[in-house]
């Protein structure tokens, strides 16, 4: 939690492609219908 407030975003979780664009959506949703400014994104693994 401390790392989105001082960093501006943090990780949640780690899932195979289509799990991550599915949880994403799912949470954008829920925010909006809730009026929380809350942004969910995905990217890639880095080495």
Request: charged share 25%; hydrophobic share 40%; net charge negative.
């Amino acid at each position: 939690m401390m790392a989105v407030h001082s960093r501006g975003k943090g990780v949640c979780g780690i899932f195979p492609k289509e799990i991550a664009e599915m949880k994403s959506h799912e949470i954008i949703t829920m925010a909006q219908a809730h009026e929380h400014p809350l942004i969910s994104e995905i990217e890639p693994l880095t080495d």
